[in-house]
């Protein structure tokens, strides 16, 4: 590794997050949002603010070429063998066919360079390390991906040789990539943490590509049109394949072609992502998934990440409600210089550098009660004026507590609900209660079984019980 300081990708500002606490006639800042420009630096260079002023900003081109790779057939054996080596083989079988353009870049429009995530009316979101260990199946443990640069005639030289194109291609090509890089031994591939640099490369595209000046998208198009259409089906229908083994990488599972894609505009597409609701985005899609993949704890890591030249910050403190975390404000990060040595020991170490743990969630994507209106000053979360507000449903959507009517006053004290609980253990008893009632049918009528139920939650969400005994248990866990 280059031992050399280097800037990340992602801009840092002086100011504390939370400093949007100011009253609200000394914040400055940009109609529609954000209030407080202390977060967003960059806005007035961002296409959210073109879009609100009402300076169109035209469907992007996708750069993709999930089509012609179909086209080209399965490739012979000796090849496939290559690829296994690296860790890419998933690959081969996840690109989609058809890009949608409306629905892309109405989430690249939402996408904010300084956060690393995309704003929306239910808060932050981003594509994690574990999306793409489960839509990719990608190795994550190893080293950041890095590669010495060939000069232009030798990159060009193989060009021609390799694939058999003119040298006037070959150089086009290689402009057009920005710059001559190539790994240069494929057996060294495979020790590389491909999922740590798949992300690298979507946040970089997804940086260039949400400027105002900006007119194409080069990221990875199956990654994120499949994080879509995972987190967000109220948003993008698309066909599932009934044929689908969660075997595969779960990209596999969408079938996106020019016959099933919905030519929607991007217009349309952001007056539905401005009606979102907490409880519309799926916020943990892969249960079905864990047995193939199980989660890895270094998709809890919180710092830098890079490939090569490239680094961006993986913040997941703003988007902790992915995890099955309540989303409390986020504290601003710190070290905004460190040393190419420094990230990848960092990595190497990733057990000391885990995000820590907060209150789980009753409720999926629950928010702080003080977090939506904190966002609402410091983002802006709606593409279409005039909506400047929380929607009023907003924090109904992210109780402290799960409310309910006063249970009555009984002397029978039932064993589901006499102490605290974790909320886990509360799924699994109201499945077994229900598998029980389904299975050995005449044993307890409907309604006995729905009051077990509700019992049982109650025993989770009076006084936030599951808080404390959580946080009791990682205190333990700890010692």
Known sequence: MVDAATQDTGAETDAQDTGAETDGDELEGFLGGPRDPLVLTEYADHVAGSVWSGQEHLELKLCSHGRKVHNLGRSIPAIEDMVAGTGLSPLIACSIDTGDRGLISSFVERWHRETS??????????????????????????????????????????????????????????????????????????????????????????????????????????????????????????????????????????????????????????????????????????????????????????????????????????????????????????????????????WTHYSDHLEAAGDLCVVSGQCAPDYIDWFFVISHPFMTAPQTNPPRDAYAMQPSHIPHEAAPTSTHVDPDANEPRHAVEACHAIAEALEQHLNVLGTSTHEEVIQKCLRIVRSVTEDRNVYVRSRRRRCTDQQ
Not at 137 to 146: C, R, S, T
Not at 167 to 194: D, F, H, K, S
Not at 326 to 340: D, E, M, N
């Open 117 to 346: 995530n995309f704003h929306l009316p239910v808060g932050e979101v981003s594509i994690t390390l574990d999306d793409i260990a489960s839509l990719l199946h990608l190795p994550i443990v190893g080293a950041f991906h890095d590669f010495q640069p060939l000069c232009t005639d030798e990159t060009v030289l193989l060009l021609v040789e390799l694939l058999m194109v003119s040298a006037e291609v070959a150089m086009t090509e290689t402009g057009q990539c920005g710059g001559p890089y190539a790994l240069r031994n494929l057996t060294l591939a495979g020790r590389y943490a491909w999922r740590a640099a798949g992300l690298v490369h979507m946040y970089n595209q997804l940086n260039d590509a949400s400027l105002s000046t900006s007119r194409q998208f080069a990221g990875y198009i199956t990654l994120l049109q499949c994080w879509i259409y995972e987190h967000f089906p109220s948003v993008a229908e698309c066909n599932a394949d009934p044929d689908y083994d969660e075997v595969l990488p779960r990209a596999c599972r969408w079938i996106a072609t020019k016959k099933t894609v919905k030519k929607l505009s991007t217009a349309t597409y952001r007056q539905c992502m401005d009606r979102l609701r907490i409880l519309d985005a799926c916020w943990m899609p892969y249960a079905e998934h864990r047995p193939v993949q199980n989660f890895h704890p270094i998709s809890c890591f919180s710092g830098k990440l890079c490939k090569g030249p490239a680094v961006v910050r993986y913040r997941l403190e703003r988007f902790m409600h992915q995890f099955g975390y309540i989303q409390c404000i986020p504290a601003h990060p710190v070290h905004s210089w460190v040393s190419y040595d420094d990230m990848d020991d960092t």
